[in-house]
């Protein structure tokens, strides 16, 4: 997110391919590299924190991210390995980061990792201001096959969804983005934008859509705690 006094950049990709697709992207772009002053790492795994330690130490960003997601990296520096910034700021839920013109609100959504954040903001298109909610975990990628700690694991996520979708209303939030492109269509709309014209933005899908795409995860998540609950019971 570009603003009056730099930029944040939210997620920084795979060590390997940090330097190519953020430095080199950003170059492309016109943007400069030495202007970014945050880095949010919604969740310590390899494909959003992997180019944070990079960015910190070279461009001096300041680094935020959840406590719980802290304490991962400091626990396993052989599995972070090139990817263990220092730690910096600790999110905590509902804190405003203000940049500049610019702010975003930070929700503590644990799932998918304990310490996973997600974000509302505001961006202009076309001088026009929207709200945007950005969902830092999709996808169940904690013990989930058991009944212990599965059950728990889901409540959890469940319960981050709730939180953020209440958060979405809130806000009037009438973009959602998430921290994977298969999610929220990012590459089709990406596409769609060069052929927009006078409509509208395609990344605006609307309030009502906002909180449909929260109720998915809520409804994914619930089938597949039934699921383990049926297991629980089945072994008793
Ligand atoms: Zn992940």
Redesign the pocket.
């Known amino acids: 997110m570009t603003t009056s006094e730099g930029i944040i950049l939210i997620d920084t990709i795979y060590p390997y391919n940090s330097e190519e697709l953020i430095v080199g992207g950003m170059r492309k772009l016109g943007l400069d590299p030495n202007s970014i002053k945050y880095v949010f790492v919604s969740?310590a795994?390899a494909?959003?924190i992997g180019g944070a330690e990079m960015l910190q130490k070279r461009y001096r960003a300041r680094v935020v991210m959840g406590g719980p997601d802290w304490d991962l990296v400091a626990k396993h520096p052989n599995r972070y390995k090139t990817m263990a910034p220092k730690r910096d700021i600790v999110a905590t839920d509902g804190v405003k980061i203000t940049l500049g013109d610019a702010t975003v609100t930070i929700w503590l959504t644990p799932g998918?990792t304990p310490g996973t954040m997600s974000y509302t903001f505001s961006v202009l298109d076309r001088g026009k201001r929207v709200n945007v909610a950005y969902s830092g975990?999709t996808a169940f990628?904690f013990v989930n096959n058991t009944p212990d700690p599965g059950i728990r694991n889901f409540q959890t996520y469940i319960d981050s969804q709730k939180h953020m979708a209440a958060r979405a209303a809130s806000t009037g939030a009438t973009v959602l983005l998430s921290n994977h492109s298969e999610f929220d269509n990012a590459y089709n709309k990406n596409r769609m934008l060069a052929g927009r014209g006078f409509g509208p933005h395609p990344y605006e899908i609307g309030a009502d859509w906002v909180q449909r795409y929260f109720q998915v995860m809520q409804g994914c998540a619930w089938a597949a705690q039934i699921r383990l609950e049926q297991k629980a019971a089945e072994t008793r």
Do not use: A, C, E, F
Request: proline share 0%; charged share 15%.
């Open positions: 969740h795994h494909d959003h998918h975990g990628n």
